[in-house]
């Protein structure tokens, strides 16, 4: 079984930086898309940017310019680097993956990580 586990978040000021981390455990074949989302409390949870296996990437226009989203191959481990944060950005970040093959003769999977919180605030 194959889990995604964030970490990084944490407590930082207005116009500081800070690196979240989603490293997937387990045995896999591949993993398609992968992506971080945000929840800001009683908000929906929103698409924060988005790679593709091949390294396409896309970004929410609220972070484009401040965020960066990475992935390091091949054991698919993602990345988001948040620069110039504003309060704004507080929320519970998640690790997202799609087309996630535990094996060639199975249907891929979606997955979720259980979030890591995030607070901007001075």
């Known amino acids: 079984q194959v889990q995604l586990a964030e970490s990084g978040g944490g407590l930082v000021q207005p116009g500081g930086s800070l690196r979240v981390t989603c490293e997937p455990s387990?045995?896999?074949?591949?993993?398609?898309?992968m992506a971080w989302y945000r929840q800001a409390p009683g908000k929906q949870r929103e698409l924060v940017a988005d790679i593709s296996k091949r390294g396409i990437t896309n970004y929410a226009d609220s972070v484009k310019g401040r965020f960066t989203i990475s992935r390091d191959m091949p054991r698919n481990t993602l990345y988001l680097q948040m620069s110039s944060l504003k309060s704004e950005d507080t929320a519970v970040y998640y690790c997202?993956?799609?087309?996630?093959?535990?094996?060639?003769?199975?249907?891929?999977?979606?997955?979720w990580g259980q979030g890591t919180q995030v607070t901007v605030s001075s």
């Open positions: 997202y993956a799609e087309d996630v093959w535990l094996d060639p003769s199975r249907l891929p999977e979606i997955l």
């Open positions: 387990g045995s896999f074949f591949s993993i398609g898309r």
